[in-house]
C-alpha cells in the first residue's frame, strides 16, 4: 500500500501595501566653517521640512562671519547632496 497525501493550499492574498512615512522634516544645512565647528549655530541642528525653509535659514547663518559657505543635504542616512545656498 502506498500513502498519498493532497496538499490543499489556498491562495493566499497579499498584504496590502501601506506607503512608508514620510518624514516632515527632510533637509538639513551644512555650514563650511573658517575656523571651529557649526556646534553652536542652531540651523545646523534643524530640520527643514522644505528648500525654501533651509534657504531661508542659510541666511541666516551667514551672519556668523566664521561661516564661508552653506550647503543643503538630505536627512537621510547617508545624506545626499542638494545644493549650495550662496549668500
Same mark, same amino acid.
Given at each position: 500500500?502506498?500513502?498519498? &497525501?493532497?496538499?490543499? $493550499?489556498?491562495?493566499?492574498?497579499? @498584504?496590502?501595501?501601506?506607503? /512608508?512615512? =514620510?518624514?516632515?522634516? *527632510?533637509?538639513?544645512?551644512?555650514?563650511?566653517?573658517?575656523?571651529?565647528?557649526? &556646534?553652536?549655530?542652531? $540651523?545646523?541642528?534643524?530640520?527643514? @521640512?522644505?528648500?525654501?525653509? /533651509?534657504? =531661508?535659514?542659510?541666511? *541666516?547663518?551667514?551672519?556668523?562671519?566664521?561661516?564661508?559657505?552653506?550647503?543643503?543635504?538630505?536627512?537621510?542616512?547617508?545624506?545626499?547632496?542638494?545644493?549650495?545656498?550662496?549668500?
Amino acid at each position: 500500500m502506498t500513502p498519498t &497525501a493532497t496538499l490543499v $493550499e489556498e491562495p493566499v492574498a497579499p @498584504a496590502p501595501e501601506v506607503p /512608508a512615512p =514620510r518624514p516632515s522634516h *527632510v533637509y538639513r544645512l551644512r555650514p563650511i566653517m573658517r575656523q571651529g565647528t557649526a &556646534a553652536s549655530i542652531p $540651523e545646523t541642528w534643524t530640520r527643514y @521640512a522644505s528648500i525654501d525653509d /533651509a534657504r =531661508r535659514a542659510a541666511k *541666516v547663518m551667514y551672519h556668523d562671519d566664521r561661516v564661508l559657505r552653506v550647503f543643503a543635504t538630505t536627512n537621510d542616512a547617508p545624506p545626499r547632496f542638494v545644493e549650495w545656498i550662496e549668500r
